[in-house]
């Protein structure tokens, strides 16, 4: 019996110590890092709404003709009112109604115009569906320049008896192979032309060194309606005429006398032709002030030949 109790004792003493060691040997074999754990914040994801697309680089559009309601322009650069008439289908009057504080010779690049209508009965009678007057035009004629570009003119003579407006030309140049190079819409430097009176129109063609092969054509020339209501007569008496030796420069001095006051703006256009009475200079005088009376001095180059004569141009409203 009691050797029994002794083998029982030594059973439990080692049932004890295997489970004792198999309890450690579970902890040892837990692998242990090396290296520590950097924890990465949580992003919350962005959804784009399926209402809205993915934005993309805007295409460019032209400008939108005009609507029942105003549009509102930005001025680019080589705008110019008639230009810009010519562009959205309205009349000159009708531009110069919507924007009634509009300087003509001093539009800038990025300036808003409203763009009115063109069918609305009350901004002006003129419009581009009138009967296109025949004027005549005259053969063109280029200069170079020291800066390897070119400057073309051309003669504009009306032979109707209606005052012509919003006249347009578009000169087209062409290599020694007759292939287009480039084509430009201009405009005279005034916005009406008296019967049996001559203009000009000219354009300024950078990086163009020589033009041998130039053509013209007359894109619009409408009757002026009522010009009599809306421009003033004006006269410009010459008192000095003060030419260079080289007869390429000339300094004018006179008085542009009006009629009556001006309400928006007055303009002395003087064209230069040489000996066989071709244009080859001009100059636009400008004033915004709303006088009767004007003295004015400038001088006028020639792109060309020798001056041998000036004509005069007035245009008030």
């Not at 289908?89 to 808003?112: C, E, F, H, K, R």
């Not at 005279?188 to 041998?212: C, D, E, G, H, M």
Request: charged residues 10%; proline residues 7%; contains cysteine.
């Amino acid at each position: 019996m009691q050797k029994i109790k002794r083998v029982l004792f030594f059973f439990i003493i080692a049932f004890i110590f295997v489970s004792f060691t198999s309890c450690n040997s579970k902890e040892l074999s837990l692998p242990q890092s090396t290296q520590s754990i950097i924890l990465q914040s949580y992003k919350t994801p962005t959804f784009i709404s399926t209402q809205e697309s993915i934005p993309t680089k805007p295409k460019p559009t032209l400008p939108p003709l005009p609507t029942a309601t105003p549009y509102q322009y930005s001025i680019q650069s080589g705008d110019n009112l008639s230009s810009i008439a010519l562009r959205f289908g309205v009349t000159l009057d009708q531009i110069y109604l919507a924007n009634p504080n509009i300087s003509p010779n001093s539009l800038s690049i990025g300036q808003i115009i409203v763009i009115p209508d063109a069918k609305n009965e009350n901004s002006s009678t003129n419009s581009f569906t009138s009967e296109a007057l025949s004027l005549d035009l005259s053969t063109p004629l280029c200069y170079s320049t020291v800066t390897n570009s070119t400057w073309c003119f051309i003669k504009i003579t009306n032979n109707t008896s209606s005052v012509a407006e919003n006249i347009s030309i578009n000169f087209y140049i062409f290599d020694q192979n007759n292939n287009l190079i480039t084509n430009q819409i201009t405009t005279p430097p005034s916005n009406i032309l008296p019967p049996q009176k001559t203009t000009i129109a000219s354009y300024y063609f950078k990086n163009i060194p020589v033009v041998t092969h130039i053509s013209a054509t007359l894109l619009t020339a409408i009757p002026s309606q009522n010009n009599e209501q809306r421009y003033i007569s004006a006269t410009f008496n010459q008192t000095q005429f003060t030419i260079s030796e080289n007869k390429k420069t000339v300094h004018i001095q006179g008085t542009l006398q009006l009629q009556s006051i001006p309400t928006s703006y007055s303009w002395l256009i003087a064209i230069a032709y040489d000996k066989d009475k071709n244009p080859v200079g001009f100059k636009q005088w400008e004033s915004t002030d709303l006088v009767q009376q004007y003295h004015i001095d400038f001088y006028l180059y020639s792109a060309g030949g020798t001056i041998e004569t000036i004509e005069y141009l007035t245009e008030v409203r």
